[in-house]
């Protein structure tokens, strides 16, 4: 199926570790995307590629990095996990140019839960 | 920045028209979204609205007015599975890729 994939969709995990959430697309799109939605569902972005290269950084502490070795997948890396970073974690992918709306599609989300 | 604001909670019965409203206040602006969000699940794209106006699809059409920073989604022949969260997403004229949600407005549909 053409789709935005992220993997696990379900992430426990202590304070201070270090984890990783990664994500794909098969549309074909020229941008990828992280956001952040929290308990109060407000859905923040966080981070935005474009053909590999960061054009969005928002306000967000260093412990996230993103990565993207290709145009496809982009990855999000979180070092020392605080009890605030609980959040679900959306992946999206658009094309920036040629659509019709150059809508984003989003994937099934990661839910982290730091204890 | 953006400043985007709806309300946060509507009831409506099945089968009525609903309609939700949203203003936002923006730096530069390049076109508004409804996104329809089901509880656990992500986001999916409804609408699209870039010129004043009415756009219509099926049940769904969203109306834009610029001038007023003003926008909104309306539903009608509501059904159950219409119970969702609706957000409201505003696109950057500076940045093609930067749009900003409003915190939605979560639907309730009662029969």
């Known amino acids: 199926d053409t789709a935005v994939s992220q993997t696990p969709k379900y992430l426990v995990t202590q304070m201070g570790n270090d984890k990783s959430i990664k994500c794909e697309q098969n549309l074909g799109h020229d941008t990828m995307y992280w956001y952040k939605q929290d308990s109060k569902k407000f859905l923040k972005i966080m981070f935005s590629y474009n053909n590999k290269e960061l054009i969005i950084n928002e306000t967000v502490p260093n412990r996230f990095s993103p990565k993207s070795p290709d145009k496809a997948h982009l990855n999000l890396h979180i070092n020392s996990l605080e009890l605030g970073d609980s959040a679900v974690y959306f992946c999206?992918?658009?094309?920036?140019?040629?659509?019709?709306?150059?809508?984003?599609?989003f994937g099934p989300g990661t839910r982290l839960t730091v204890l | 920045g953006q400043n985007i604001d709806q309300p946060t909670e509507m009831t409506a019965t099945e089968g009525a028209i609903v309609q939700i409203n949203c203003t936002y206040q923006?730096?530069?602006?390049?076109?508004l979204f409804w996104y329809q969000q089901h509880a656990g699940e992500a986001p999916t794209f409804l609408s699209y609205n870039v010129l004043d106006g009415l756009e219509e699809k099926g049940r769904f059409s969203s109306f834009l007015s610029r001038s007023k920073g003003y926008s909104y989604l309306l539903l009608k022949e509501l059904q159950m599975k219409d119970s969702a969260s609706y957000l409201c997403a505003v696109r950057d004229n500076q940045s093609y890729q930067k749009v900003t949600f409003g915190i939605g407005t979560k639907l309730q549909v009662i029969p």
């Open positions: 999206a992918s658009s094309q920036t140019s040629g659509g019709t709306y150059n809508e984003q599609f």
């Open positions: 923006t730096s530069g602006f390049n076109g």
